[in-house]
């Protein structure tokens, strides 16, 4: 690294031939030296064994520089935006790749830092004082038959069941009845069963629409009559009732669909004209300087009039202005692109878990009407007075689906509750068994 010190008071007395800057008091040497020195320091942090994906956090520090730290996300297409020290692709590179990458573009650049004095200290970095960090994971997704569904912070060597306890544990809920038997209270239970079981219609309807959605396959049988104790017309209006939800949903889709496709359109049509606009830049700014220096070899040939040259130099200022400026639009313009693009895969995510946490909630309301209705069908058959929690549920159990991304495919990968988890993973948990086989009665 190369460190040099000014003093912004007196700038223009002698000039620093080796960059393009003005040297400063002899006193400020020592300052610069103990900065160089400062910034020779590197020290290593112990790296994680995941490599880089999408939702990975990262920070970029320099040694002595903590100011100019900075932290920064890798976006949807694997590339981390480090601001001043440029873009990079980070998707599937271990820290140390992407590092040595970042140290050797940083190679050359130039940092100014001010003292208290005023003084200002030109630093050209070699890259050795570069070093990246991993200060977050992406977040592990957990849903199905857990209290709480949501994301869960990764930490390296979490297995399944450590998730689901994160999660406040499995869901499995009773619900019981008074198990004293009179008229009323048997009309009671003949009305909570008759619930019970549209509970249950409903839930199964809701399932079969979250699952066209999910899958986009309108063409999945939807629940038969004879999966629910409700009558075939019930039945009916229950999934005319999710169509009309699933049309709606539809067409909000297709109008969130349209505005990014619309948007991302003009922004390519812009970025198009920008660059035919920089490619029309490019050349007249290169007529300008060759003009100039044409000019210049006159000027001092005596053949023509020393304002000229100043004319011609304002005209080559003003085409290099032009060409800065469609530059800077060009990049505003590539922006917006990487964002809507981004957007657009966040908005798909976003569609996708609400589709399922929607079939999961489903699942669990059948799930819970199913055991009411077991419940009161025991207490109409008469056998109430053997009734009890521990005949009701036989065996608490779950099973884990994890949805993890290999090769660029999603895949839905079947684990032990001991599996170790990978950032980024989608949970799905289920209760195998909540209730006995019992028979329901009409």
Same mark, same amino acid.
Request: hydrophobic residues 40%; contains cysteine; proline residues 3%.
């Given at each position: 690294?190369?460190?040099?010190?000014?003093?912004?008071?007196?700038?223009?007395?002698?000039?620093?031939?080796?960059?393009?800057?003005?040297?400063?008091?002899?006193?400020?040497?020592?300052?610069?030296?103990?900065?160089?020195?400062?910034?020779?320091?590197?020290?290593?942090?112990?790296?994680?064994?995941?490599?880089? =994906?999408?939702?990975?956090?990262?920070?970029?520090?320099?040694?002595?520089? $903590?100011?100019?730290?900075?932290?920064?996300?890798?976006?949807?297409?694997?590339?981390?935006?480090?601001?001043?020290?440029?873009?990079?692709?980070?998707?599937?590179?271990?820290?140390?790749?992407?590092?040595?990458?970042?140290?050797?573009?940083?190679?050359?650049?130039?940092?100014?830092?001010?003292?208290?004095?005023?003084?200002?200290?030109?630093?050209?970095?070699?890259?050795?004082?570069?070093?990246?960090?991993?200060?977050?994971?992406?977040?592990?997704?957990?849903?199905?038959?857990?209290?709480?569904?949501?994301?869960?912070?990764?930490?390296?060597?979490?297995?399944?069941?450590?998730?689901?306890?994160?999660?406040?544990?499995? !869901?499995? !809920?009773?619900?019981?009845?008074?198990?004293?038997?009179?008229?009323?209270?048997?009309?009671?239970?003949?009305?909570?069963?008759?619930?019970?079981?549209?509970?249950?219609?409903?839930?199964?309807?809701?399932?079969?629409?979250?699952?066209?959605?999910?899958?986009?396959?309108?063409?999945?049988?939807?629940?038969?009559?004879?999966?629910?104790?409700?009558?075939?017309?019930?039945?009916?209006?229950?999934?005319?009732?999710?169509?009309?939800?699933?049309?709606?949903?539809? =067409?909000? &889709?297709?109008?969130?669909?349209?505005?990014?496709?619309?948007?991302?359109?003009?922004?390519?049509?812009?970025?198009?004209?920008?660059?035919?606009?920089?490619?029309?830049?490019?050349?007249?700014?290169?007529?300008?300087?060759?003009?100039?220096?044409?000019?210049?070899?006159?000027?001092? !040939?005596?053949?023509? $009039?020393?304002?000229?040259?100043?004319?011609?130099?304002?005209?080559?200022?003003?085409?290099?202005?032009?060409?800065?400026?469609?530059?800077?639009?060009?990049?505003?313009?590539?922006?917006?692109?990487?964002?809507?693009?981004?957007?657009?895969?966040?908005?798909?995510?976003?569609?996708?878990?609400?589709?399922?946490?929607?079939?999961?909630?489903?699942?669990?309301?059948?799930?819970?009407?199913?055991?009411?209705?077991?419940?009161?069908?025991?207490?109409?058959?008469?056998?109430?007075?053997?009734?009890?929690?521990?005949?009701?549920?036989?065996?608490?159990?779950? &099973?884990?689906?994890?949805?993890?991304?290999?090769?660029?495919?999603?895949?839905?990968?079947?684990?032990?509750?001991?599996?170790?988890?990978?950032?980024?993973?989608?949970?799905?948990?289920?209760?195998?068994?909540?209730?006995?086989?019992?028979?329901?009665?009409?």
């Amino acid at each position: 690294m190369a460190v040099w010190c000014f003093d912004m008071t007196n700038r223009s007395k002698t000039e620093f031939r080796g960059f393009s800057g003005w040297f400063g008091h002899p006193s400020g040497l020592l300052g610069a030296c103990a900065c160089a020195a400062l910034l020779a320091f590197s020290a290593g942090p112990a790296r994680a064994d995941f490599d880089l =994906e999408p939702g990975d956090q990262v920070t970029v520090s320099l040694t002595g520089l $903590a100011d100019l730290s900075i932290d920064a996300t890798i976006d949807a297409h694997g590339n981390v935006n480090l601001q001043w020290l440029g873009e990079f692709p980070a998707q599937g590179q271990s820290l140390d790749r992407l590092e040595q990458m970042v140290r050797q573009e940083a190679a050359g650049k130039i940092v100014k830092q001010y003292d208290t004095n005023g003084e200002i200290y030109i630093i050209q970095l070699d890259g050795d004082e570069i070093e990246i960090t991993r200060n977050g994971y992406r977040p592990i997704i957990i849903g199905g038959d857990v209290a709480r569904t949501g994301q869960i912070d990764f930490r390296p060597t979490i297995t399944a069941r450590e998730a689901v306890a994160l999660a406040g544990g499995v !869901r499995s !809920r009773l619900l019981a009845d008074d198990v004293t038997i009179d008229p009323i209270q048997l009309l009671r239970w003949q009305t909570a069963y008759g619930q019970a079981a549209l509970q249950h219609a409903h839930g199964l309807a809701q399932i079969w629409r979250a699952s066209t959605e999910i899958l986009q396959d309108e063409d999945l049988p939807p629940p038969a009559p004879h999966q629910v104790k409700v009558s075939a017309k019930v039945l009916t209006e229950l999934i005319e009732e999710q169509i009309k939800i699933r049309k709606i949903n539809q =067409e909000n &889709e297709a109008g969130e669909r349209a505005f990014f496709e619309d948007a991302a359109e003009q922004a390519t049509e812009r970025e198009s004209i920008l660059e035919e606009q920089k490619f029309e830049l490019g050349k007249a700014l290169a007529a300008d300087e060759e003009e100039e220096a044409r000019v210049i070899s006159l000027t001092e !040939r005596g053949l023509t $009039a020393g304002s000229r040259l100043a004319d011609t130099r304002r005209t080559t200022v003003l085409s290099a202005t032009r060409l800065l400026e469609v530059e800077e639009d060009l990049a505003a313009t590539g922006l917006v692109l990487t964002r809507l693009k981004r957007d657009r895969e966040q908005y798909e995510q976003e569609r996708t878990l609400r589709l399922l946490q929607e079939r999961r909630a489903a699942g669990l309301e059948v799930r819970d009407a199913s055991v009411q209705m077991d419940t009161i069908s025991k207490y109409l058959a008469g056998a109430s007075s053997e009734i009890g929690t521990e005949d009701l549920i036989t065996d608490i159990d779950y &099973e884990v689906t994890i949805y993890r991304v290999v090769d660029g495919q999603l895949q839905a990968l079947p684990a032990e509750k001991l599996t170790r988890l990978l950032p980024g993973d989608s949970l799905d948990i289920a209760v195998q068994e909540v209730a006995g086989d019992v028979p329901l009665t009409e």
